[in-house]
């Protein structure tokens, strides 16, 4: 195992999956993680991320010490390479020429780090501070020609930095530097795979639940259907999973979803009817905020009332994702203004005393896709694509009745047919239709028509955190809008959004 400590550098996610690429698990910890917390897993090595402080400043980032004192191989990178500098005794100051972008690098050996990669080579570099004296018993082993110390070791003690990103596509031998410290440095063996995370994870949930019973809200994403095959692997019929049809999903959606999840995951599934409830509840508000919270809450409700029909529930799982928990753990104290306020199954029900059990917590989106791979589930369910909480009610922009979420979700099938006919469905994030407030003129026959405009939104992405809209061909786009005018009463004109995240978001609202 790896700790990846967490400077805040916006790559830190990169270094975990370059780390896991090469089937070694590694773990990312805030700077205040302590060298014995650190001890107690027993590593094989750490590396120390890279952020946007100076070293110098007050209150810049650190983490313990004693982690010097372990023992263990450390890389720091950029800004970690700075911190483990300055602890050491060496000095760090602002560079006189900054270096961003690419930059040639030399090698001085071609051993350690730089094992095989040649004596020049292409690297990445984002920095405005530069190392100025090494701290002692450590050596150059790298330089470039604005940089003298681009890269340092002391072998001795297993100690290396390096002022370029490792972990970024442009550094050239990235891949190779960080597999020559992960197995040639700390000794690693490439044995993580998500059979072992699975066989692991089901062991880990039987210890922590033992004969207590489980509640899980079941969306029918790829999250919640892989934790719910994972402790249903782990406890059986001590879970029971709870799926809220709040009247805001796609066309047929609630329907096939019940049989795919009723006869592929052979676990107990309560499904509750609450259309009615939440349609009413958001009958003419047009703020998103507010529609945001009003399902919210709606859902925390039906989903208690539910819940507490369910004798000596003690615990309560859920689908929670690694980019969350980094997120919310960042050095800086994950984002400072709520952008949107999402919903998943977000507090416990107030009523229970729950533990929370997330065996996700851990993974990425496309390990968790391998994961449910692995576990056997549906090839349907594995690709699905992200799907928000709020559903349709956050598509149809402005005031939602029944009418226009009928219109917007028959839109939405013709799209999604023709993604998926065109082979683009996994390629995409996400692909969806969107009803915009206000109507168009347009000609239909010899008779003129003045109906709804729908926008088409489809979007590439790792994460969510950023996406760029797709390129769809345009015969694709020319089919889709056909399609949409032709077979969807009350739609006249069909756009295509061209915005990416950020400066827009993935959803309308
Ligand atoms: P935005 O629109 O903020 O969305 O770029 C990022 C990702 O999150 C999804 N999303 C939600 N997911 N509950 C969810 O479970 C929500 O309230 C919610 N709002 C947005 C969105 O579809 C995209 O994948």
Redesign the pocket.
Known sequence: MIVIIDFGSQFNQLIARRVRECRVYCQIEPPTVTAEQIRAWSPEGIILSGGPSSIYEKNSPRVDAGIFKLGIPILGICYGMHFMVDTLGGKVKQASKREYGFAALTARQQKGLFAGIGKETVTWMSHGDSIETLPKGFTISASTANTKVAAMASTRKKFFGVQFHPEVEHTAKGRKIIRNYLFDICGCKPSWTMKSFARDTVEQIRETVGDKKVILGLSGGVDSSVTALLIHRAIGTNLTCIFVDNGLLRKNEADQLKRKLKSHLKINIRFVKSATRFIKALSKVSDPERK?KIIGKEFMDVFEAEALKIKDADFLAQGTLYPDIIESQSAFGGPTSV??S???VGGLPKKMKLKLVEPLKYLFKDEVRKLGRTLGLDDDLVWRQ?F???GLAIRVIGEITKKRLEVLREVDAVLQEEIRASGYYRKLW?SFAVLLPIKSVGIMGDGRTYENIVAIRAVTSKD?MTADWARLPHKLLGNISNRIINEVRGVNRVVYDISS?PPS???WE
């Open positions: 945001r952008i949107k999402h919903h998943n992200p928000p909480g709020p996400q969510a995240k978001t993935i959803e």
